[in-house]
């Protein structure tokens, strides 16, 4: 089993849809958890971090099941500049790294 | 902005040639950045950890002598592929951290799209 599992996609949706992704960790002891979008050949950039309460940057909300060892991205209002790959990214405390998901590939449509 | 540059973006070479990549940390010292590696469709994969003035690690697998790493300065960092093959056709991503311990995210360069024909 991966330590970091995501659905690759790809996620059709079209604009001003809401869309979310799921992602999985294997290690019960990972202390931290980010999402980062990749575009096309490009390098990751931080999206956010997720908390355990929970949280909100405008249009992106994510959330942390400890209990299920999910973490989740939801979109709302997508816009055609959202259309990437989103990588769940967990930081193993054993190994002390980060480890990375495959990445969801969202594809928002006019 | 960006905070890590690397450079070139993109190489091609000739099988059996060194190629270098740089990677530069902008505004702030990086004593440790981070190399990877992601083949298409494939997640990104941590090769090695540059230490700034000591050897680097090396991940699991990953040949310190043919993936040559450099961390003279606190803003500089390079990676050198040694005797290029073409199934060392890659993204090579270099990273660091800003700010905070190490279960804090990382801030990537560009990138470095690494053709060996």
């Known amino acids: 089993r991966k330590e970091v599992e995501q659905d690759p996609g790809p996620f059709n949706v079209p604009e001003g849809a809401t869309v979310a992704f799921n992602c999985t960790y294997s290690?019960?002891?990972?202390?931290?958890f980010f999402w980062y979008r990749q575009d096309c050949r490009k390098e990751p950039k931080l999206l956010m971090s997720?908390?355990?309460s929970g949280n909100e940057d405008g249009r992106f909300t994510a959330q942390l099941n400890r209990a299920s060892q999910y973490i989740s991205l939801l979109i709302r209002d997508s816009k055609l500049s959202d259309s990437a790959t989103y990588l769940c990214?967990?930081?193993?405390?054993?190994?002390?790294?980060?480890?990375f998901g495959t990445g969801t590939r969202l594809l928002v449509s006019p | 902005g960006a905070v890590v540059s690397q450079h070139p973006s993109r190489v091609i070479c000739k099988s059996g040639t060194s190629v270098k990549i740089e990677c530069r940390s902008l505004?702030?010292?990086?004593?440790?950045m981070f190399w990877y590696r992601q083949f298409p469709k494939q997640s990104l994969m941590l090769m090695a950890t540059?230490?700034?003035?000591?050897?680097?690690?090396?991940e699991q697998g990953v040949e310190k002598d043919k993936f040559l790493i450099n961390h003279a300065s606190l803003t500089l960092s390079t990676l050198t592929v040694t005797s290029a093959h073409p199934e060392d056709s890659s993204f090579y991503i270099c990273?660091?951290?800003?700010?905070?311990?190490?279960?804090?995210?990382?801030?990537f360069g560009n990138g470095t799209r690494l053709t060996v024909t």
């Open positions: 505004d702030f010292q990086a004593t440790t």
């Open positions: 290690n019960s002891a990972s202390q931290s």
């Open positions: 997720v908390y355990s």
């Open positions: 540059s230490n700034e003035g000591s050897k680097a690690t090396y």
């Open positions: 990273s660091a951290r800003v700010a905070g311990g190490n279960n804090s995210p990382l801030h």
């Open positions: 990214v967990v930081y193993n405390t054993g190994f002390q790294k980060l480890v």
